[in-house]
């Protein structure tokens, strides 16, 4: 057993460390146990919205498979498991019923990790908001926001016993903004500053549950982000600067500036007017998330280099930040297979910049890299792995307060709308087993674990 919530976040005298996987990209049994409907069922059945037409239907079958999986991340070494609980099994119609069989799973499943020393992190929403909620307006409507704490408060009750850390959303920006302004995730509404009305009831949802669960005894509930670095090509460009700074405010400070400081900021506002309607925004809103996080994550992949409109080919999230003035994003080389330049000293620079905004304890909780996998032997991604470890140490060295290092992904397994064509996985999942078999990078991490002593979990 955990012994105590608070022994929960590592005290941060070693970084410990961790494997990330999510739901809907690996469970599979989309229609076992009384599973209800999600917003990406849904949108992987369009046409054309997810790149190989495939969906997660079957995935990694980790719903049948989750002790082998559990196997593989204590053979790694990482003494975090850090999942996500699917919304639509646990309360297949959004609010009410509650299905015990969804309960069940991951009862079992947070057993099975305890059995094998290893700490599991509970995130309540990586993006598979129940359909039926998207029936009645999904992140645009306010009622949605309720609705996730009172199912945030089904899954407390049942695990709260045993699972320490919990994150209430992962990268809330990719649900708002990708999902209701560029329409490439689900629910694909392509509705420009819709994205900010989303974005504020997910912070609201966000507040609700966390008052919910820090009143149940939750002591270590963070958030996770996507916060990126935004640098300017030519930084003595006024004009670049200034839009650069609209979209920082739309990936970054809309999440930040209310969590520290209870407002969203001048800058946001002007970008966002949506943020400023008294309808959205209600009185006590963002007083009831300022200071509501234990602790913030840190999901980092690569830098974003702005440069003058048209200096740069079209980039898909374009479109995901409504109201900003237009830029281009350059990517530099080297770059992984889904096109992101790799480049660790953005993670160094995110790492003590979210640190000294925040105060709060900061866990990186996904980093990794696509590459392709037709080779088991991804010396890539070993580099990868490695720089940004070392990044992460330096972080710490220059004062940040970094805790966790969590590896993006367990698993190759189905990476939203580019399906199974970009694989980040530790380990090989071939689709007609779906067999698992470690790459050389889990034997590289397992070895870095190993000679540096760390990633050691609780004791079952
Ligand atoms: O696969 C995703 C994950 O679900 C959220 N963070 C980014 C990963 C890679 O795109």
């Not at 509404?189 to 609201?204: D, K, M, T």
């Not at 919910?212 to 990126?228: F, K």
């Not at 392709?372 to 330096?394: K, N, S, V």
Request: aromatic letters at 10%.
């Amino acid at each position: 057993m955990v012994d105590t919530v608070r022994s929960s976040l590592p005290d941060g005298s070693s970084l410990a460390y961790g494997v990330a996987t999510a739901a809907y990209q690996i469970e599979g049994a989309v229609a076992e146990d009384g599973r209800g409907a999600s917003i990406w069922d849904t949108f992987a059945a369009r046409p054309g919205a997810v790149k190989d037409g495939l969906d997660g239907s079957v995935a990694c079958d980790s719903y049948h498979r989750y002790e082998e999986d559990l196997d593989l991340v204590a053979a790694v070494g990482a003494g975090w498991y850090r999942f996500s609980i699917a919304w639509p099994r646990i309360v297949p119609e959004g609010v009410g019923r509650v299905e015990t069989r969804g309960l069940d799973y991951y009862d079992r499943l947070v057993d099975a990790a305890l059995a094998r020393g290893l700490s599991p992190t509970a995130t309540l929403y990586h993006w598979d908001l129940p359909q039926a909620l998207e029936d009645r307006d999904g992140w645009l409507n306010r009622d949605t926001a309720e609705a996730f704490a009172d199912y945030a408060m089904v899954v407390h009750d049942r695990l709260g016993d045993r699972v320490g850390v919990w994150a209430t959303h992962n990268e809330p920006w990719c649900a708002a903004y990708l999902g209701y302004s560029a329409g490439v995730h689900a629910p694909g509404r392509r509705e420009g500053g819709a994205g900010h009305r989303a974005a504020h009831h997910l912070l609201l949802g966000h507040g609700l549950a966390a008052e919910r669960l820090h009143a149940a005894g939750v002591e270590d509930l963070g958030i996770v982000l996507n916060l990126a670095p935004f640098w300017p090509e030519d930084p003595d460009d006024p004009e670049l600067v200034a839009a650069t700074d609209g979209i920082d405010a739309i990936r970054n400070r809309v999440w930040l500036g209310p969590l520290v400081d209870g407002r969203y900021d001048d800058g946001l506002l002007a970008v966002a007017p949506e943020l400023a309607d008294t309808d959205l925004v209600r009185d006590g809103d963002l007083a009831l998330v300022q200071g509501s996080a234990d602790w913030v994550g840190v999901n980092y992949y690569t830098p974003f280099r702005t440069a003058a409109p048209g200096a740069a080919a079209r980039h898909p999230e374009a479109d995901a930040y409504p109201g900003s003035a237009p830029v281009s994003f350059v990517v530099r080389e080297p770059r992984t297979d889904i096109g992101w330049e790799v480049d660790a000293s953005g993670l160094e620079e995110l790492l003590v910049d979210t640190s000294a905004r925040t105060g709060l304890p900061v866990l990186v909780t996904e980093n990794g890299a696509a590459y392709p996998d037709e080779t088991l032997d991804d010396q890539d991604r070993i580099a990868y792995l490695r720089d940004h470890i070392a990044a992460t140490e330096r972080a710490r060295q220059g004062g940040a307060d970094v805790r966790a290092y969590i590896v993006w992904t367990l698993l190759d397994n189905f990476e939203w709308a580019e399906g199974y064509t970009k694989t980040f996985g530790i380990v090989h999942v071939d689709p007609q087993g779906p067999t698992r078999t470690p790459k050389a990078s889990f034997h590289w991490l397992a070895e870095h674990l190993n000679s540096s002593s760390v990633g050691v979990g609780v004791t079952p």
